[in-house]
């Protein structure tokens, strides 16, 4: 059974930044591409950034491009998104996720296991 445990969010201010941390189990992390997703209130969840098995490779929103950064240690079994800049509207649940495909992803649907978020609060 895969955990994914997801840590580092927080009340801030516009303009401040966070760094969200993802923790997973299991000796097979580097296999599988992960994401992280979110979801504010009233609304669906949306894709926020992708990283390949390898973290040569991401893909990010067009509203984060430029303010959040997806990394990965393999070592370490964790994924993370640094965020600058934030803004009122990066309020959410914040999400990490596991894919069960090969290759980049956006669909939450393409992914198969998921941590139970945690809350990003920016005030204005």
């Known amino acids: 059974q895969v955990q994914l445990v997801e840590s580092g969010g927080g009340l801030v201010q516009a303009g401040a930044s966070l760094r969200l941390s993802c923790a997973a189990s299991?000796?097979?992390?580097?296999?599988?591409?992960m994401g992280w997703f979110r979801q504010a209130p009233g609304k669906e969840r949306e894709f926020v950034a992708t990283?390949?098995?390898?973290?040569?490779?991401?893909y990010y929103t067009d509203s984060v491009k430029g303010r959040f950064t997806i990394s990965r240690d393999n070592a370490k079994n964790t994924v993370y998104l640094e965020m600058n800049s934030l803004k009122p509207e990066d309020t959410a649940v914040y999400y990490c996720?596991?894919?069960?495909?090969?290759?980049?992803?956006?669909?939450?649907?393409?992914?198969?296991?998921w941590g139970q978020g945690t809350q990003v609060t920016v005030s204005s």
């Open positions: 996720a596991r894919s069960r495909l090969s290759a980049i992803r956006t669909n939450p649907g393409e992914y198969d296991y």
């Open positions: 299991g000796r097979t992390f580097s296999n599988y591409v």
């Open positions: 990283i390949n098995r390898s973290g040569g490779s991401t």
